[in-house]
């Protein structure tokens, strides 16, 4: 019966459908790609390395999803050793590496070593230290993690309890787990993988130096020593050969999480293991042979790099947000569901008897043996419901882009300010970064789960290549590799580069700073600007933020909500921002009415503080895309490019009026009637935008190896993947069962009454 299935075709073709949305939109996708991907020489990089990657078996995706969790980091294991001798093999600088990983997409045993463990050492090691240790972890001949969060703690570093107590006697520091609390959770990398960690501990020093306590007696008597901290450690943790757990040290992965299946997340406990003095990174602070803290250095550096990796986060979260709204547009182009309802009745309700198909519906009609076109159903794209759901977080992966862009000419054009010690800038580029990173992460982690849902049950199944998206894909969560592999330094303006590969998503929104956690700073940022604003209102404003503050200080008393609507009844593009804009200041002046005025508890303000700090956010990446569309690069575009992105900006802004409408009408910051035609409005720029919505996507240029989904691949040939998915790749299709209750037997005619199974439990 085979060759029964294999002649079927699907009852519509979804090539001829995306075709015929591609040829109904003049948008230049090719151009528009290179327009967004500009950076790094991407589109060429991810071409040039997918071919190598693609041609290795190794790297076959087809039957992943069915691998056990045990299997699946032996498989991560061997991929990140595969990504080591192709890069060799190839020649690969560290933007092919990160290619290379960003199109694994899965996170590596290895990432966190090229990542946190050289970066640390490279940021926090004395020149000796890097001298030392460098040249190894280049070489791979040691791999390390990032061993800083712990059972009891994660976000609260200051409460790590892993103790470092320096010896006066040998002149060495004993790393101690005092607690079960005390041991390390969730580092990457450490479970089975590395030989060396960096461990961040408290330093414990003696009260008094010259008075010799002994690291014993700290356990015995606390009182003798004193904490400074914690401050990161390099550490061996297993034998170069064996492998084995050094002596003292207890380590082992933490068991199955939500996805990150091909990731060694470990813990790890210390009995009193003994590491030399030159095991502290010292490059901002030392201890000197007599037992004292000498601290050099400004450690706002390690702030503002810190804040590097935040701003980096934008711009993957428009990759990652891309890459689910490609599949919804395209599944929801193909998939059809029901006919219109009102296809027989023209505009006054009148039925007629011989009425054309909707006009919504695509030109690739083809009668079928039921005497009904086929075409007849509607492309669930042309439902309002569903793109309401998809259509602004298209219009979001653009936004999030010209903000992306934005923070990383911000960061470098304040690194060279902050490098020649000049720290003014890293408040507000780390409060921009702090609340970008939770708002953008944010939106892209609920956009691929909102993306999954508007295409009905198929976005629930393997094939919507959504499950890894959100559980497995890499986590490119942190620093970009600072150093080539061959040991070449990266010139600073590359090794600060924009990092291309894409979080693991669904612990984007909790690792690198819990979201509701991060929000704080933003707002403590913020009240600190109002008071200086309120206390100094003649100053000329230095930055936008004391603009924006100035503004409506100045307007407070005679402010009237504003309106989006011209008088010509068209869009005002500049109102829209002002209406962000004043929003952000009135909430920001509540905040510190409550807080400096009233001295009401930080703790009782924490939900209006997180709303502040996303208002602000929102603020950054209306106002950046609005100036991103009077840009010589957007205005250089063919037509209707420009234009069409002037839609993705008016949807995403009217989109977010209208979800937060109340905080705007309470702040006065939009006028009733305003509010009213929101509903209208962004019907109005749903439809402008529905015809580009397939090209658009397009421009994002995510290869079909990539997505790895049925449902979103560029020839539209969805049915027949998914049934290809389920009937030839499917292993469990393989075996057939043993049914009968009373038989122990699970695998039929296997006769071993069900032991393979027994063995595994
Ligand atoms: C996949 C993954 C990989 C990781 N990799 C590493 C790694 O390689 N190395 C490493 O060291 N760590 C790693 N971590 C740990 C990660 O950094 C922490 O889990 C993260 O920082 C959150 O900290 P937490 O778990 O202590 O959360 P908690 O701080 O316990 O947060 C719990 C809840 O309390 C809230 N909360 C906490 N404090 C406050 C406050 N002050 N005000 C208001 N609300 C608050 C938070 O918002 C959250 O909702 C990883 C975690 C994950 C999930």
């Known amino acids: 019966m085979a060759y029964f299935v294999s002649t079927l075709a699907p009852r519509y073709p979804g090539d001829a459908i995306l075709g015929a949305e591609r040829a109904a939109s003049g948008l230049d996708s090719a151009a528009l790609s290179r327009h967004l991907l500009v950076r790094d020489n991407f589109l060429a990089r991810q071409e040039r390395v997918l071919n190598v990657l693609r041609a290795e078996r190794l790297f076959r995706k087809e039957y992943v999803m069915n691998l056990s969790r045990p299997e699946r980091y032996h498989l991560g294991l061997a991929r990140a050793k595969a990504i080591r001798r192709l890069g060799k093999k190839h020649d690969w600088d560290h933007d092919d590496y990160n290619m290379a990983e960003y199109l694994n997409d899965e996170p590596s045993p290895f990432f966190l070593h090229m990542t946190m463990f050289a970066t640390t050492i490279r940021e926090q090691g004395s020149a000796a230290q890097n001298k030392f240790w460098m040249p190894e972890t280049l070489s791979h001949d040691i791999i390390g993690c990032y061993a800083q969060s712990e059972l009891g703690h994660g976000s609260n570093v200051k409460g790590l309890e892993t103790t470092a107590t320096w010896d006066p006697a040998t002149h060495e520091f004993q790393i101690h787990s005092p607690y079960l609390t005390a041991s390390k959770w969730w580092n990457g990398g450490m479970g089975r993988t590395a030989t060396h960690a960096i461990v961040v501990a408290q330093l414990l020093l003696p009260r008094n130096p010259h008075l010799p306590a002994s690291p014993d007696a700290w356990a015995a008597d606390a009182e003798d020593y004193v904490s400074h901290g914690p401050h990161p450690f390099i550490v061996q943790i297993r034998h170069l050969v064996s492998h084995q757990p050094l002596p003292g040290i207890v380590v082992g992965d933490i068991g199955p999480k939500y996805g990150y299946a091909s990731m060694d997340n470990g813990y790890m406990l210390f009995d009193r293991v003994r590491v030399p003095k030159s095991a502290m990174l010292s490059r901002y602070a030392e201890i000197s042979n007599d037992g004292t803290l000498l601290r050099r250095g400004h450690p706002k550096m390690v702030y503002g790099s810190l804040t590097f990796v935040r701003a980096q986060i934008v711009m993957h979260a428009r990759l990652v947000l891309a890459r689910a709204v490609t599949v919804a547009v395209r599944y929801c182009a193909v998939r059809r569901q029901f006919g219109d309802r009102d296809r027989d009745r023209d505009h006054d309700g009148e039925r007629h008897a011989d009425a054309p198909t909707s006009s919504m519906s695509c030109q690739t009609e083809k009668n079928d043996v039921q005497g009904e076109s086929a075409t007849s159903e509607l492309q669930v794209l042309n439902y309002p419901t569903v793109q309401i759901r998809v259509l602004p977080l298209l219009a ?165 909500p504003l309106t989006f609507i011209a008088a010509d009844g068209s869009i005002d593009d500049d109102s829209i921002v002002r209406i962000f804009a004043w929003r952000t200041a009135a909430l920001a002046y509540a905040a510190y009415e409550k807080r400096v005025r009233e001295k009401k508890p930080w703790t009782s303000l924490m939900i209006q503080l997180h709303n502040l700090s996303h208002a602000y956010s929102f603020y950054i990446l209306v106002a950046n895309f609005h100036s991103a569309l009077s840009s010589s690069s957007v205005m250089s575009l063919f037509h209707p490019t420009p234009s069409v992105l002037r839609t993705c900006f008016r949807l995403f802004s009217l989109h977010t009026l209208s979800q937060f409408s109340t905080s705007f009408l309470l702040t006065d910051a939009i006028s009733r009637e305003a509010v009213e035609t929101l509903d209208g409005r962004i019907l109005e720029l749903m439809q402008e935008l529905r015809p580009h919505a397939v090209k658009l996507v397009d421009a994002w240029a995510i290869p079909d190896w990539l997505l790895d989904s049925a449902l979103g691949r560029y020839d539209g040939k969805v049915y027949e993947d998914l049934f290809d998915r389920a009937h030839r790749q499917n292993p469990l299709n393989d075996t057939t069962f043993n049914v009968d209750w009373r038989s122990d037997e699970i695998v039929l005619g296997s006769g071993d009454g069900g032991k393979h199974l027994l063995a595994k439990l």
């Open 396 to 560: 979001t992966t653009f936004a999030l882009h010209y903000t992306g862009e934005y923070m990383y000419s911000l960061y470098h054009g304040s690194r060279e300010t902050i490098e020649k010690g000049d720290f003014g800038p890293i408040a507000a580029l780390h409060s921009a970064s702090s609340g970008l990173k939770s708002l953008c992460t944010t939106l892209a982690a609920d956009g691929i789960e909102t993306c999954r849902r508007a295409m009905g049950g198929h976005g629930f199944g393997g094939g919507s290549g959504l499950v890894g998206l959100n559980a497995d894909t890499h986590p490119r969560i942190s620093k970009r590799w600072t150093v080539e592999m061959d040991g070449r330094p990266i010139p600073s303006r590359r090794r600060h580069g924009v990092n291309i590969s894409t979080p693991s998503y669904l612990s984007k929104p909790t690792v690198e700073g819990d979201n509701w956690m991060i929000t704080q700073q933003v707002a403590a940022y913020l009240i600190k600007k109002t008071t200086y604003c309120i206390d100094n209102p003649t100053l000329v404003p230095q930055d936008p933020t004391e603009e924006l503050l100035h503004t409506y200080l100045r307007n407070r008393t005679r402010h009237i």
